[in-house]
């Protein structure tokens, strides 16, 4: 009697689920710990760069503007660091003159402006004072709403924010005037040898896209931040210049506002024109200088000159990025650093596309390496 073959056991002995059990308990214990270390590096390297991030971002600002003078300089068979300390000194002269020069009228426009202050918010409360009454008369339902007392408390903790913040503003700019241009000068001086180290360590069938992609993302970054300082300076200009045919004050003032405030698309315009409109409307009241005010403003710096002349020639032909992209990297860059990331939220997003769009371009034009082509297969 021929007897079946014995059918092969289904399921684990239990040694086996051990030894499973025993495994995972490993795996999950080292992700936990790989995890977790990961987590203590990166705080710790967050911690130690906390304080670096401006001066290093200031100083490559810096750098893209200076490093055209210094190539320039170089031309003439002198070492570069000579060049640079001759730019350094330059620099360093320009502003003890324009120091000496500016120090008199700004000291009497501040000390205008903290008198005047009083006045400025009295009007203003008593101009929200008659909107909330408008208002309510047309609007019920904001009738309990206190509009002037709102912005007394908004006011009130902005000041309270900036008196806090102060000392720790004293403290950023005492470590920018010692880290921006030492950062600086080694950037200019061992940049292009850095970048070409690194991009040498790039595998030999990627160099070539590498060493493109670099270039043409340093140059546009170049002609872009070049050609926001450009744009910023212009509308500060035109905003001071148009402000001084008035009778209104701190032109000067008004004008480098709306000149820093430029930095940061769409908003940023916005913002710039409310010190002085509000200014004008207190000082002037609602005649034809004011007018003219919004018209430098709006008209005249925004729409003429930004909109129609500088953007298009410095700005268009190296962002070009679509009016939503721009807002999203604003908004973004706005929660990550504040009014730092929504300046360099563009420059960025810029940076992002400009890589995606030439590494794109690259594998259409050329065919990597790493692509073997059927007719390059050795035949049998």
């Known amino acids: 009697m021929i007897t079946p073959p014995a059918s092969p056991q289904r399921g684990l002995t239990k040694a086996q689920v051990l030894l499973i059990f025993l495994v995972l308990t490993a795996a999950i214990a080292t992700g936990l710990s790989i995890f977790s270390s990961a987590s203590t590096v990166i705080s710790l ?21 200076l490093d055209p003078i210094v190539s320039f300089i170089e031309r003439g068979e ?13 620099i360093a002269l320009l502003l003890y003159f324009a120091a000496n020069w500016f120090a008199p009228h700004w000291q009497q426009m501040w000390g205008s402006l903290k008198t005047d202050m009083p006045r400025y918010l009295s009007r203003m409360v008593m101009f929200l004072n008659e909107a909330q009454t408008n208002l309510q008369s047309r609007f019920p339902i904001i009738e309990h709403y206190d509009l002037p007392g709102r912005a007394r408390q908004l006011a009130e903790q902005f000041l309270a924010q900036i008196l806090v913040q102060t000392p720790k503003s004293a403290l950023r700019i005492g470590t920018l005037m010692i880290l921006g241009p030492l950062f600086t000068f080694f950037f200019l001086r061992d940049g292009h040898r850095t970048m070409r180290a690194f991009i040498g360590l790039v595998p030999n069938r990627y ?10 993302v340093s140059r546009q970054m170049a002609h872009f931040i070049r050609g926001r300082i450009l ?11 148009g402000l001084s045919l008035t009778d209104i004050g701190y032109a000067p003032i008004l004008g480098l506002f709306a000149g820093i405030t430029n930095l940061v698309p769409y908003i940023g315009p916005i913002v710039g024109m409310i010190p002085g409109i509000l200014i004008a409307l207190v000082d002037l009241g609602m005649g034809g200088q004011f007018w003219w005010i919004v018209i430098v403003y709006v008209l005249l710096a925004q729409v003429v000159i930004d909109n129609f002349i500088l953007i298009p020639i410095l700005i268009s032909r190296v962002s070009n990025l679509h009016p939503l992209w721009v807002i999203l990297a604003i908004i973004m860059g706005g929660k990550l650093y504040g009014v730092l990331g929504m300046i360099i939220g563009v420059p960025v997003a810029s940076i992002i596309k400009i890589a995606i769009l030439e590494t794109r371009h690259y594998r259409r034009t050329f065919t990597l390496p790493g692509a073997v082509q059927d007719n390059d297969q050795p035949t049998a």
């Open 45 to 65: 390297f967050r911690t130690a760069t906390a304080g670096l991030f401006l001066p290093i971002l200031l100083s490559l600002i810096m750098t893209f503007l």
């Open 78 to 90: 002198i070492r570069r660091t000579t060049c640079i300390f001759i730019v350094y000194f330059l």
């Open 207 to 216: 160099f070539e896209m590498a060493h493109d992609l670099y270039y043409h």
């Open 231 to 241: 744009e910023a300076f212009i509308i500060g200009m035109v905003v001071t210049a």
